[in-house]
């Protein structure tokens, strides 16, 4: 099991190893917001990893051309829930709180 730690809330729950941060955020009520469905196309699951980079997977195309092409705000930390998958510790600032 991993840890995962969501800012601004601190809230921290143990997750599979593998799981989306977005499946995460779904199963323990997180308002991380993914209009698109966890399709990799509307970056509203926009996140800053506060610590534990290593612990996601890496980094594909299609996430690094949605960051840099529809995001806004991004910086070397930025990740999308819906594609960095958890395989240790990690605490993630979700940028786009879901208000609904
Ligand atoms: S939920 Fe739309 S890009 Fe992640």
């Known amino acids: 099991m991993s840890k995962i730690t969501f800012l601004p809330m601190n809230v921290t729950q143990e997750v599979k190893a593998g799981i989306t941060i977005l499946d ?56 999308l829930g819906c594609q960095a998958k958890i395989y240790g510790d990690v605490v993630v600032e979700v940028v786009h709180l879901d208000e609904s």
Request: net charge negative; hydrophobic share 35%.
């Open 24 to 79: 995460a955020a779904i199963q323990y009520d997180i308002p991380l917001q993914h209009a698109c469905g966890g399709f990799c196309a509307c970056t509203t699951c926009h996140i800053q990893v506060k610590s534990g980079m290593s612990s996601l997977s890496a980094l594909e195309e299609d996430e690094i051309d949605r960051l840099e092409r529809v995001a806004e705000g991004v910086q070397e930390n930025s990740r």
